[in-house]
Nanobody, 119 residues
Framework: QVQLVESGGGLVQAGGSLRLSCTAS????????MGWFRQAPGKAREFVAD????????SVAGSVKGRFTISGDNAKNTVYLQMNSLKPEDTAVYYC????????????WGQGTQVTVSS
């Protein structure tokens, strides 16, 4: 079992920055792919970014490319989402997720953290 706890959400003006954190407990995250997803009101959940601890490969959605960066600290079992140049359309609940490498799915989810970007 893996428990994920997100933090760092809040209210920010357009153009501002936030850094979300997701700390995992229960097992080392080194065997997992860690992902960030978001869900805006009335919309489906969408992929934002992910990274594999092994090799540190990352990917980000086209809608946030160049503005958001995913990174991790293995020693702290923590993954981060640095969000810059925020736009009102980035407003959503952001979720951290973990999945075993190679399965193609995320088995563990955090409770989510609200990000609100005002215009």
């Amino acid at each position: 079992q893996v428990q994920l706890v997100e933090s760092g959400g809040g209210l920010v003006q357009a153009g501002g920055s936030l850094r979300l954190s997701c700390t995992a407990s229960g097992r080392s995250v080194s065997r997992y792919v860690m992902g960030w997803f978001r869900q805006a009101p009335g919309k489906a959940r969408e992929f934002v970014a992910d990274m594999g601890w092994s090799g540190g490969s990352t990917s980000v959605a086209g809608s946030v490319k160049g503005r958001f960066t995913i990174s991790g600290d293995n020693a702290k079992n923590t993954v981060y989402l640095q969000m810059n140049s925020l736009k009102p359309e980035d407003t959503a609940v952001y979720y951290c997720a973990a999945g075993i490498v190679g399965t193609g799915r995320y088995d563990y989810w955090g409770q989510g953290t609200q990000v609100t970007v005002s215009s």
